[in-house]
């Protein structure tokens, strides 16, 4: 296998499927079924999951709420996306523990680095919930920064688009797409991959990060494999 621990990312958009709001239990099986196959190969699988699919905080503060209230309920959000993906995980046979960075210790256990690790090198899952547990930042900040701390060898953004595009695809039938770029070229094209203040810390950190379309059956597993699916952002 090409990485040995990877850090997946999910925003909670993807977990809606076809819906309007809330969760779709087959997209949440499908996703369930794709970690498995890398778990099964021996690949330690840490996760971050948005709460965009529920509530999103910056929408709501546009819309006169207080941003610190509306950035904690989009940390409970992602509390409930990773309780759902847990129990999808664990309904596909996997063992699995969802950490939280702000305290709900009867649905998760609080985020412990040295434990969170123990758990990878065991062969669980862990699911971060709660963002970084701090309002203004968002999920991608989070992913990046338990991605550094549990020593991953990359970030997998898994999105609904195949990789990297000089435009947006969905809008410019004429964008075309990378296959590798630097940290520095995505800086200088303007090109929207996380939000800067979490693409920075990966760039400062030197951990690549591979961008690829997380609803096409297979996927993660070829990348993990080691073939070229996606956009794969690097020094």
Request: glycine letters at 10%.
């Amino acid at each position: 296998m090409q990485y040995k621990r990877i850090l997946l990312k999910l925003s909670g958009e993807a977990l809606m499927g076809d819906r309007q709001y809330g969760i779709d239990p087959k997209r949440l099986d499908d996703y369930a079924k794709e970690i498995k196959t890398i778990v099964d190969k021996g690949v330690e699988v840490a996760i971050v999951i948005g709460g965009g699919n529920i509530f999103r905080g910056i929408s709501g503060a546009s819309k006169g709420m207080d941003r610190v209230q509306g950035d904690h309920m989009g940390m409970l959000a992602t509390v409930i996306n990773g309780l759902a993906l847990q129990s999808s995980c664990e309904d596909n046979g996997m063992q699995t523990r969802l950490q939280s960075a702000i305290k709900i210790n009867e649905v998760a256990e609080p985020f412990i680095r040295r434990k969170a690790i123990r758990h990878l090198e065991k062969g669980r899952v862990v699911i971060f919930g709660g963002g970084t547990g701090n309002p203004y930042f968002t999920t991608d900040s989070a992913a990046v920064l338990r991605a550094i701390e549990m020593e991953a060898d990359v970030i997998l953004k898994g999105t609904r688009v195949d990789g990297i595009y000089t435009s947006d695809p969905e809008r410019n039938t004429d964008a075309t797409k990378f296959d590798f770029i630097s940290f520095d070229d995505v800086l200088r094209k303007g090109l929207k991959v996380m939000d800067t203040t979490a693409f920075t810390l990966s760039q400062e950190n030197q951990l690549p990060i591979i961008v690829f379309d997380m609803n096409t059956p297979g996927n993660l597993l070829r990348i993990i494999s080691g073939e070229n699916i996606g956009t794969k952002v690097n020094l």
